[in-house]
């Protein structure tokens, strides 16, 4: 069962942009945003940018100023705009979210992940 789903990645030239989204499916009450993350190839997995209470939202360095994270709380979708891409944004792209569905607990759900190609 897919519970979130990633959209908007692809090939992109150097200086493009892109802006994923990453819907909750089912019937959902609400969302809370946790971030996104990414994995290139022979890579780990690590954090663009996160949102926690405790933290706030913290963007890594390679993020800030070019990559921006929003919500649409009435679509229970989360979105990353990204600018000024280039070929070291190549990965796997990932969503975390938290969903709140109807008759269910609360859960932490990892997107399938969506690649995002830069070529020069």
């Known amino acids: 069962q897919v519970r979130l789903v990633e959209s908007g990645g692809g090939l992109v030239q150097t200086g493009g942009s892109l802006r994923l989204s990453c819907a909750a499916s089912?019937?959902?009450?609400?969302?809370?945003?946790y971030g996104w993350y990414r994995q290139a190839p022979g890579k780990e997995r690590k954090p663009i940018v996160t949102?926690?209470?405790?933290?706030?939202?913290t963007y890594a360095d390679s993020a800030k100023g070019r990559f921006t994270i929003s919500s649409d709380y009435g679509d229970h979708t989360m979105f990353l705009q990204m600018n000024s891409l280039t070929p070291e944004d190549t990965a796997v792209y990932y969503c975390?979210?938290?969903?709140?569905?109807?008759?269910?607990?609360?859960?932490?759900?990892w997107g399938q992940g969506i690649q995002v190609t830069v070529s020069s």
């Open positions: 975390n979210l938290g969903v709140t569905r109807v008759g269910r607990p609360f859960s932490t759900d």
């Open positions: 089912g019937s959902i009450w609400s969302i809370k945003p």
């Open positions: 949102i926690s209470p405790a933290t706030g939202t």
